[in-house]
């Protein structure tokens, strides 16, 4: 089983920056595809974006394509999510999560693909 942490949450100003990191334990951590997704209040979860298990290849949601990049360091067991040019509508909680298919392509969007979960972290952007 893999435990996941998120972290680097807070409140930023509209065209901030952050960096969120997730940290894994436990399991193989280079075999599986990772993926971000993020849940503000009274919405569903949303795919942000996943990397493959050797970084290789990114996929992004389209309003994320030139604004947030996923990396991971697999020597460090963490993956991350660097955000620019932040808006309001980035406000939610942002979560990783491995994908249960592992490496397999193509990489997914849909949450149902998604098995082991982070508990989140704030990211609140002002106006």
């Known amino acids: 089983q893999v435990q996941l942490i998120e972290s680097g949450g807070g409140l930023v100003q509209t065209g901030g920056s952050l960096r969120l990191s997730c940290a894994a334990s436990g399991g193989t951590f280079s075999r599986y595809t990772l993926g971000w997704f993020r849940q503000a209040p009274e919405k569903e979860r949303e795919f942000v974006a996943a990397?493959?298990?050797?970084?290789?290849?990114?996929y992004y949601a389209d309003s994320m394509k030139g604004r947030f990049t996923i990396s991971r360091d697999n020597a460090k067991n963490t993956v991350y999510l660097q955000m620019n040019s932040l808006k309001p509508e980035d406000t939610a909680v942002y979560y990783c999560a491995t994908d249960r298919r592992l490496w397999k392509l193509p990489m997914s969007m849909d949450p149902g693909d998604y098995n082991y979960w982070g508990q989140g972290t704030q990211v609140t952007v002002s106006s």
């Open positions: 990397v493959t298990w050797n970084g290789g290849s990114t």
